[in-house]
Each structure stands twice: as C-alpha cells, then as structure tokens.
C-alpha cells in the first residue's frame, strides 16, 4: 500500500516512508467494523502509524471481555455497559479510555410480517447476553408498550453479537432452524438491513434515540494492567492515535465520498447500505463524531443513562448499598474512566493524507 507520511514533530516514532521496520501487532477486539475503523483500515491510517492491527470479531460479550482481561486483546471497543456493570458487579480492572459513538442506529428491528412493537408480545427476542446492555435497552423500549420480560409478556433468545443476529434474523430462524422474530441492531446492519431483497427484509419497530438520549455505546476498553506495562500503554496510546485521526477524516465534510468508500469495502455492503451507514456515523446526537469535543470524551449524560436503564432492571445486584455512582463515573487516574492516555494520543497524532480512496 502506498502511503504519504508528513513526520510532525510530535512523531519521532513513527516511521518514514520507506524505511524498513516491522509494524507493531496489535490485537484489537470489536463488537462491529464501525466507520472510524473502516476509515483507519481501508485507507491506510494503521500503516502510517507502524501498526498491523488483526481485527478479532467478539463472538458475545461474555468472551469478549474474558479475552481483554486476560491478554488476548490488546484493546478494545464494546459498549460501556459492559465495562460499567464489570467494575461495579464484579471490580474487574479494566478501564474506559475514550468513548467512540452513541449508539448509531440502535434499533429494535424484526422480521418482515411483525411490524409493531405490539406484536413481539409472546415471542423470543434475540440478545446477545440477557444481562447486556442491549438486552436492558431492549426492555426500556418494550416496557414503554407495556411488555415486560418479568411478566412473561415475551422471553429471550441467547444468541450473542450483531453480526450473528443480523445474519440470523434476514435468514428468519437460527442455524439450528428456531424461528426468530425481532432484535436490536446497531451500525451498519440497520443500514444493510433496509437494501435486503423485500420479501427477507427486516423492519425497523423504534430507534432507540427515540426513546433514550444521548446514549453512550461504544467505548474504548483496556484492562488496568496494560495501561501501567510501558510497552502495552505505547501501542494502546498509538491505536488511539490512529483512530483519532481516522475519526477526524471521517468527521471532515470534504472527505464524504472517501469515507462512504471505506465503509462499503470494510463492510462489503452496496454503496446506498454504505451512504446510509455514513450518515448514522456522523449523526450529530448518535454517529461516532458526537462525543463531546470530538476527542473521545465519554458524554457525562450518555454514560448516566447507561446506568439508569441498567438500575431499572435490577442491573446491579452485587452493587453494595450506598454506592455513589456519580462519583464512580468521574474521570481520573484507577477509575472506570481515565482520559490520560486519550490525552497522550491527541498528542501523538501525525498528519497523515491518504493518497487515494
Ligand atoms: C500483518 O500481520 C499478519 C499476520 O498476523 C501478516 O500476515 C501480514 O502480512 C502483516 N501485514 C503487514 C502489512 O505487515
Ligand atoms: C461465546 O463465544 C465463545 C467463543 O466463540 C463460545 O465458546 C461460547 O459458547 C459463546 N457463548 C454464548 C453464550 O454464546
Ligand atoms: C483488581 O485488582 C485489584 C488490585 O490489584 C485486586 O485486589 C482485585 O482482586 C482485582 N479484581 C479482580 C476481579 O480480579
Ligand atoms: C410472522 O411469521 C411467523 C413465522 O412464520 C409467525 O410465527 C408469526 O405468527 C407471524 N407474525 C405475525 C404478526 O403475523
Ligand atoms: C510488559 O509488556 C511486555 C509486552 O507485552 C512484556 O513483554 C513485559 O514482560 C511486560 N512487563 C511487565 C513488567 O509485566
Ligand atoms: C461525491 O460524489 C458525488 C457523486 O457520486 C459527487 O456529486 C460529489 O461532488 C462528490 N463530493 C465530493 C466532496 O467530492
Ligand atoms: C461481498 O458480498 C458479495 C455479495 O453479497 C459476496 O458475493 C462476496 O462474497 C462478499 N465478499 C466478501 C469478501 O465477503
Ligand atoms: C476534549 O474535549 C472536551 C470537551 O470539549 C474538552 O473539555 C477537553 O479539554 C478536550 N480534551 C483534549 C485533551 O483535547
Ligand atoms: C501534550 O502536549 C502539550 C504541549 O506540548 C503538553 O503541555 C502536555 O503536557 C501534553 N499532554 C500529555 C498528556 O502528554
């Protein structure tokens, strides 16, 4: 791949065209390709940063945290409900370095002849872990219609990650051949959902913005003792670097079409899924360029919602009595968030153009 690199000042790491060195390996677990790693992978940004990042799909949530604690990913992005409910559940040490989105195109989506929230009462609904966040947003939502899993209005399909249900709900059943009805989905599948073939196509019942707002999801998440390995902290902080640099390209207006680009090969989807699945990402209120300052920063509100959808539904039993939450989301060094690598990426950052799209 042919990449220009303009060595800034603040970049004596990084490396000159030309020069031979062996990237860095980076292992870089994710719930979803989203846009801002679209833009980093495709057009070259990871490469200009000395980096060879494998991207390792979470199957569910459960491994996928048990993976970052115990070495196999070097950092990751999941929502922050999951990081939320291991600190306070469980004081699992891992630690929220940035926020990446709120939510884009959160949706609760169905097969083809449902198409009302109404008519999932009596069927099962695919989550991905029934302790999830999405699974708590999944309840909010249908407790506004009067359905509650608690009374047996409708009951859940544990089947893990968006790209396994998405797949599981255009092909109406489960690979063991159970029918399924309804799910919630997130970026890009709302997108690649509305230019499947009609007959299979899923409809979307809510927007979860609709409904809750603003909404923080998708966090940058590594765990504790990375963070204080010299070594680690260096290519968690170059990771960082490079997909801030990748967010702003996306971010900036004039690159639209490069972007759009990205999205539909990372994604491999058409360029009319691609265009929409780029405007949810630059969504103002939901899109992965609205955390506050577009830097990273974890939306104060967006993160207390988490907690409130969580409360509602009884998401924090090992919880102690008298626990101050709104303390135990304040940034600083140990806690749940900590902005101070963030802060060493947004000053390791090169400008960087990538010659073609
Ligand atoms: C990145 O690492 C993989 C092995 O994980 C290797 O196959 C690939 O060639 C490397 N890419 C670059 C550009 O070095
Ligand atoms: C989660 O993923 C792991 C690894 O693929 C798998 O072994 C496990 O059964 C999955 N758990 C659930 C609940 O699907
Ligand atoms: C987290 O780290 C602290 C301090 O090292 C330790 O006491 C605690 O047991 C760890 N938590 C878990 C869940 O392992
Ligand atoms: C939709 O189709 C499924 C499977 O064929 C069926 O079980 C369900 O009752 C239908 N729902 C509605 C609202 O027609
Ligand atoms: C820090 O991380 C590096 C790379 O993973 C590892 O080789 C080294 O042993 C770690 N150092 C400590 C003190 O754990
Ligand atoms: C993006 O592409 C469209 C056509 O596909 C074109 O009309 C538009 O001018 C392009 N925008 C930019 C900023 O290049
Ligand atoms: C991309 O999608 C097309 C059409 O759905 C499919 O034929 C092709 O195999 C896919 N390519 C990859 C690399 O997944
Ligand atoms: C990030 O943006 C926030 C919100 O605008 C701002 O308060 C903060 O100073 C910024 N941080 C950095 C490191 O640029
Ligand atoms: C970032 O760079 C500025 C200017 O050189 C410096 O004052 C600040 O301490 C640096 N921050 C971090 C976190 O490295």
């Known amino acids: 791949m042919q990449v220009q690199l303009l060595r800034s000042l603040a970049a004596t790491a990084l490396l000159a065209v030309g020069e031979a060195a062996a990237l860095q390996k980076v292992n870089y677990g994710a719930f979803t390709q989203t846009a801002t790693y679209s833009v980093a992978n495709q057009l070259g940004f990871f490469t200009a940063y000395g980096l060879n990042v494998s991207y390792l799909q979470v199957p569910n949530s459960t491994y996928g945290y048990a993976q970052l604690l115990n070495g196999g990913y070097d950092i990751m992005t999941g929502t922050i409900d999951n990081a939320v409910n291991l600190r306070f559940n469980s004081n699992s040490n891992l630690t929220v370095t940035g926020q990446l989105d709120q939510a884009p195109e959160l949706a609760i989506a169905s097969i083809a002849n449902i198409t009302s929230i109404p008519?999932?009462?009596?069927?099962?609904?695919?989550?991905?872990?029934?302790?999830s966040g999405y699974a708590y947003i999944l309840r909010k939502v249908l407790s506004l219609y009067g359905l509650y899993?608690?009374?047996?209005?409708?009951?859940?399909?544990?089947?893990?990650?968006?790209?396994?249900?998405?797949?599981?709900?255009v092909a109406g059943q489960l690979p063991s051949g159970s029918a399924v009805y309804a799910t919630i989905l997130t970026y890009p599948y709302t997108s690649e959902a509305s230019v499947v073939a009609e007959a299979q196509r899923p409809n979307i019942l809510a927007r979860v913005s609709d409904f809750i707002q603003p909404l923080t999801s998708s966090a940058f998440t590594a765990r504790n003792e990375a963070l204080t390995n010299g070594t680690q902290r260096a290519l968690i902080r170059t990771f960082m670097a490079a997909m801030y640099s990748a967010n702003q390209f996306l971010a900036d207006p004039a690159q639209a079409n490069c972007s759009?680009?990205?999205?539909?090969?990372?994604?491999?989807?058409?360029?009319?899924?691609?265009?929409?699945a780029y405007k949810s990402a630059i969504d103002p209120l939901t899109g992965e360029t609205s955390s506050p300052g577009g830097n990273f920063t974890v939306s104060r509100q967006g993160v207390l919602n988490v907690i409130d959808v969580r409360s509602q539904f009884g998401g924090f039993t090992q919880v102690p009595d008298g626990f101050n939450f709104a303390e135990a989301i304040l940034p600083g060094a140990g806690k749940l968030i900590d902005y101070s690598v963030r802060d060493e990426a947004l000053n390791a950052t090169v400008q960087y153009c990538p010659t073609s799209c």
């Open 119 to 131: 008519d999932l009462k009596g069927l099962s609904l695919m989550v991905d872990s029934p302790v």
């Open 260 to 276: 759009i680009a990205a999205i539909a090969r990372q994604a491999n989807v058409t360029a009319v899924a691609a265009a929409s």
């Open 149 to 169: 899993l608690e009374n047996g209005d409708y009951t859940f399909q544990v089947v893990g990650a968006t790209p396994l249900r998405y797949a599981d709900l």
